[in-house]
């Protein structure tokens, strides 16, 4: 590692403030766009599924809807 | 060959393949990611001019470079939607446009927090930053304009003429900082000639932009694949998949 310290490398010569902040930035949005396809795939097929299962009409599910 | 292309237009065939990529791109992806964000952050050593905030240049540059070549992508898959009707190049071109957004506005605000300890401001109307903010934008729009219409139809062509005139802004992005005076730095990795950056620096920023243009594949996958379902809903491979799904 290049800082000798856990605080030298927070504080970065008075611009950790800075470099912390743009990857954390970096790292929350990278971390939305490969999250919301998979919640939106999920939900879909969620979705789906359920309009199947209605469709079917099977009583225990009438029973459970009441 | 062309039954490759035959192919690329079969949704089910689509999804399944990009299924198996994404099983081994997006470790891979996560994998350089984590590695170069660390190594950029943690090991590197500081440039002598701007110390410890020039950090910073290995998320701005892969994203800015990324958010270009999406563009690029978006282009040309709204152009063979336009000209050949294919339904797979409208999804691509449609996926494009939030992770474009995305990996735009990371640049953006990476370079204003970058901007601050080196050029002393948040931001300039400089040629550079202006024509990524057009470009930002441009992606925006594609995605707005896509939920403005009723019409899936209309609103695809409407976008896929978007985002081949926004194609305008493209090189004005590229020769921005050589065409106007800019406080921008000109490009600092060449493909021909030597090379601005030290080799300690270059690896960790190669590896950066190798991690983003992963990083763009895999959402491009990710999202067409649940568009792909969106719009198969009434088809029995996708009636299938759901229902496996629930079991």
């Given amino acids: 590692m290049y800082f000798e310290s856990l605080e030298a490398a927070i504080a970065m010569d008075g611009h950790g403030g800075f470099v912390w902040a743009a990857y954390g930035i970096c790292v929350l949005v990278l971390f939305l766009i490969l999250l919301a396809p998979r919640r939106r795939q999920k939900k879909i097929l969620r979705r789906l599924a359920g309009e199947q299962k209605r469709q079917q009409g099977s009583p225990i599910t009438v029973e459970e809807g009441k | 060959m062309w039954s490759f292309f035959h192919k690329l237009g079969s949704p089910p065939w689509l999804y399944r393949i990009a299924g198996s990529i994404l099983r081994w791109l997006l470790p891979i992806t996560l ?71 995305a990996l735009t506005f990371i640049a953006l605000v990476t370079g204003a927090i970058w901007g601050k300890p080196t050029w002393g401001t948040w931001w300039v109307w400089d040629a550079r930053i202006t024509s990524m903010l057009i470009l930002l934008f441009l992606y925006l729009g594609v995605v707005a304009l896509y939920e403005a219409y009723d019409n899936k139809e209309a609103a695809s062509k409407a976008c896929a003429v978007l985002t081949l005139v ?77 229902l496996e799904y629930r079991a």
Avoid at chain 2, 60 to 78: D, E, K, Q, S
Avoid at chain 2, 200 to 221: E, Q
């Fill in chain 2, 31 to 101: 994998l350089m990611l984590c590695v170069g964000l660390v190594w950029g952050l943690l090991f590197t050593a500081p440039d002598f001019r701007q110390g410890n905030s020039y950090r910073i240049i290995y998320i701005h540059v892969p994203a800015a470079v990324v958010a270009l070549a999406g563009y690029y992508v978006m282009a040309i898959a709204g152009g063979v939607s336009l000209i050949w009707k294919m339904k797979m190049a409208d999804v691509a071109m449609r996926a494009c446009a939030p992770i474009g957004a």
């Fill in chain 2, 166 to 242: 926004g194609t305008v802004n493209i090189p004005i992005i590229y020769k921005s900082v050589d065409w106007w005076y800019s406080l921008h730095q000109p490009a600092s990795i060449k493909f021909t000639g030597e090379s601005s950056i030290d080799p300690s620096m270059l690896y960790p920023l190669l590896l950066m932009i190798a991690a983003f243009y992963a990083l763009f594949t895999c959402c491009l996958l990710m999202n067409m694949r649940a568009d792909i379902l969106q719009r198969e809903a009434r088809t029995n491979w996708v009636r299938k998949l759901a």
